[in-house]
């Protein structure tokens, strides 16, 4: 008997999204106050972002891959107005 | 004249929150519908996680600092029943 087991590459691209360093950010200032409460010292901030796995087909040449990971992060999960976002490709 | 230039060299803290694998998540299936939807293919799947950035003051060491990012990651950024979390460290 013969087994073949055949992988599928998929490939993953991460997408960090953070707010500009020059927008308040309250759900971050937030999430300090509380760990202060809660008795942690030495915080100078926190900021929260977002982040997205991304797993695409191998139908996608790799960069191809890398050109849909930067469009969808453009144009459908951050908002350039006020955010930052980067792009990581993993294969 | 002389300029002195003080540098405080704040630490940061990233930390990431995902979903464990075995959990479902509609908002990424949102997300990979909608982006579907504008004409993107090969898709085979989006996760929605989330992204903190803490800065520490130098008061802390170097090992006081991994310590109390990984515990503000298990108390209060993550909920370990549903979510994983990773730790990095930033100098």
Chains 1, 2 share one sequence.
Do not use: C, W
Request: aromatic letters at 6%; hydrophobic letters at 45%; a negative charge.
């Amino acid at each position: 008997m013969l087994l073949v087991t055949v992988y599928l590459l998929s490939m993953k691209a991460k997408v960090y999204v953070t707010l500009k360093p020059s927008v308040l950010d309250p759900q971050g200032k937030a999430i300090q106050h509380s760990v202060e409460l809660l008795g942690f010292q030495g915080i100078a901030d926190v900021r929260q972002g977002k982040y997205f796995e991304i797993a695409l087909d191998q139908s996608l040449d790799p960069k191809g891959v890398e050109e849909a990971a930067e469009r969808i992060a453009r144009e459908v999960l951050a908002n350039p107005v006020i955010e930052d976002y980067r792009v990581e490709i993993e294969e």
